[in-house]
């Protein structure tokens, strides 16, 4: 009785927690984006532009200028879709509550790597997060290891700052 009470009192901050965990999880992969395309000679702006082409188009993917319409959209669908991850995350880990790093970290690269292939695998094209359009295979397997970086380390921060375990 007494395990069912602590899981019921950390419920209701699981959803907060998402919102944390999906902030600090979308702010690394947007830094992952920003640099690879960096590095792939591509504007730093052009893959969280290319998210908004589900409203834009493909034509999204060229736009490289911060504006309202591409960047701060783009961002804000990128959030949303990082917390929509962070839940099942969050959910998972007040359930099995790893113990170690180590077992948070497999359990954000499972998620990411469930993410990934919903993304590309499932999600009609007009939907998914547009990287494609600007960026190699190679450097979206490396956003999506820095989202699930982003994932373990926001699990930290909401743990810290929620109080949920």
């Known amino acids: 009785m007494e395990m069912r009470t602590n899981r019921n009192r950390d419920r209701p901050a699981l959803p907060v927690s998402a919102v944390v965990t999906g902030a600090v999880a979308s702010l690394a992969s947007v830094a992952a984006l920003a640099l690879l395309a960096k590095a792939e000679g591509k504007g730093p702006l052009q893959p969280i532009n290319a998210t908004s082409h589900w409203l834009h188009g493909e034509k ?15 961002f804000a669908t990128h959030y949303a879709s990082a917390v929509f991850w962070a839940l099942p995350f969050e959910f998972w880990r007040a359930r099995h509550r790893p113990s170690t790093a180590g077992t948070l970290l497999r359990g954000a690269c499972m998620t990411s790597a469930v993410a990934a292939a919903i993304d590309y695998g499932v999600t009609p094209k007009r939907f998914t997060p547009g990287w494609e359009l ?12 820095a ?6 380390a926001g699990a930290k921060l909401a743990q810290a700052v929620v109080g949920c375990r």
Not at 60 to 74: K, N, P
Not at 134 to 145: D, E, G, H, N, Q
Not at 147 to 152: D, K, R, S, T
Request: charge should be neutral.
């Open 134 to 145: 600007v960026l190699s295979k190679r450097s979206m397997v490396v956003t999506y290891a």
């Open 60 to 74: 999204a993917a060229g736009r490289d200028e911060l504006d309202a319409s591409h960047t701060l959209l783009g």
């Open 147 to 152: 989202l699930a970086l982003g994932l373990a």
